[in-house]
């Protein structure tokens, strides 16, 4: 493609070069037979020169990643280490499309990390992670909701397995995915500490006492106290356990119970690759518990966050994420002796192209040039009308006039409505507002309908789809609510 800068570059000649280029690189530009970019050579109204485009078809490119990633999840089921295949692949693909061996300078930024969870959330990855991380949750409370009532000691437990998925939580929505691997392997962790010593206590018909003191003397048994603070064998760990604690007298006090644990030099359970295969063994449950483990350990010791953004990092974790689960599940299954019922995670179809999100800027841009006095009149008269519990125009206009949308941005879809949960997610700590998220969708949603109703005389407007109309509603009120509301205080 060096041609490129050559001045009177015809389209032939771009789209020959381009088949050239194909021809050679058919393996990692295709995917099923059908290419997922392409370039071509265009022109411009405000330029006489031109220029050549590289275009993606986002939905073709997307099915490839996807493909990749649970490709690679595959080779997890021959061994944990074989994840760092995946950064090989992303560093690969980063150096051969720079062409030189040159370290990338950081753009982890706000603005770019914004940028790229739009990406996510186009693709549907975003939406995907949320869900699986809900469900994850979920199992999490079914086994604290069977147990509590009997051993209310299980709490302490879940507790912390909710507050490390909480914490997940926030680490895919900033996009690190390589400390969400350090998470992922705490959880796994502690579940297994959390069903080693209920199947203990279980054996010694008390479960709570077992739960609840080897909770509290995790934080005793140090080097100092103990001549061995851990055991690494599931086996060992239990026979000593079983037959000690019986030694140990019943007591409400459990501080006491710590004392005698120390007393007797009773280790807390350390957990390694052995000591999950173990656990495989001792309870029948193959679920590769220790691969999964060797995963996160191999990206916790080896691969920094990346100085860049990846798509198939993030599509191969939420992969990975559902592996985890699936495992977690039955683990949790045989807890509480009884099934567990989470949803199957379902893709999420991304456009072919923008093409209805500009059907319906071409409205709003149409109706703002040639109505724009009778949509000012129309949003005024719906502001009067509105009413509700949670109906407070002055806050979404608030909203509005903080973000100041120009239509210049909203053409190029920087700002859509998916956005705005965003914004609120972000005012509404700060706002020292009980229910701002309320007030912003309830007065949305009214003036929505109440402007639908009224905009349908427009034929342009009537022959869009009812999903294309609430987005185009949408976009005239982010663009005029501000200054109607202002023009309406100026009056008063």
Known sequence: MSKAVKVGLTKEEVKEEWNKFLQHNRDILT??????????????????????????????????????????????????????????????????????????????????????????????????????????????????????????????????LIMDIQHLRTLVDVVNIPAAYLLLRNLLESFVKLFVYYDIGRSIDNPDLVLSSMFLYAYEATGEALKKPRIYSLRRFRDKLVRK??????????????????????????????????????????????????????????????????????????????????????????????????????????????????????????????????????????????????????????????????FTRLRKLFFMQEDLKDVVEKLEPISFRIGLSYEVYETLNALQEVLTSELEKHKTFSSLSEEQKKATVFYLLSLYLPEVVEEMVKKK
């Not at 411009?44 to 690679?72: G, H, M, Q």
């Not at 061994?79 to 560093?91: A, F, H, L, R």
């Not at 599509?315 to 807890?335: D, G, M, P, T």
Request: proline share 6%; hydrophobic share 40%; net charge positive.
């Open 245 to 406: 604690l019986p030694k140990i007298a019943p007591s409400n006090n459990l501080l006491n119970v710590i004392k005698r644990l120390k007393k007797l030099q009773i280790p807390t359970l350390g957990v390694k690759l052995q000591v999950l295969k173990e656990f495989s063994e001792v309870y029948r449950l193959d679920v590769g518990l220790d691969k999964l483990y060797s995963a996160c350990s191999s990206v916790i010791h080896n691969q920094p966050p990346l100085p860049f953004f990846s798509l198939l990092e993030v599509k191969f974790f939420k992969r990975f994420l559902e592996k985890y689960l699936n495992s977690i599940q039955i683990v949790a299954e045989k807890l509480i002796g009884r099934k567990i019922k989470i949803r199957k995670m379902l893709g999420v179809s991304i456009p072919e192209s923008d093409k209805p999100f500009k059907e319906c800027l071409k409205v709003v841009h149409k109706l703002w040039g040639e109505h724009d006095s009778e949509i000012k009149d129309l949003i005024k008269r719906a502001l009067a009308e509105v009413k509700g519990f949670w109906v407070r125009p002055l806050t979404l206009t608030a909203v509005f006039h903080l973000i100041s949308p120009s």
């Open 31 to 160: 995917f099923h037979g059908k290419p997922f970019i392409s370039v071509s050579l265009r022109s411009t109204p405000f330029s006489e020169k031109e220029f050549l485009r590289l275009d993606v078809r986002w939905r073709l490119f997307n099915e490839y990643l996807e493909e990749k990633a649970i490709c690679f999840l595959s080779k997890i089921e021959k061994g944990g280490e074989n994840i760092m295949k995946v950064y090989q692949e992303i560093w690969s693909n980063f150096f051969a499309i720079t062409g030189i061996l040159e370290p990338p300078k950081p753009g982890y930024f706000p603005a770019s990390r914004e940028i790229f969870r739009k990406l996510l959330k186009r693709t549907g990855d975003y939406y995907q992670l949320e869900r699986l991380l809900d469900d994850f949750e979920g199992i999490i409370v079914k086994v604290e909701k069977v147990m509590k009532d009997k051993i209310p000691s299980i709490q302490l437990y879940t507790t912390n």
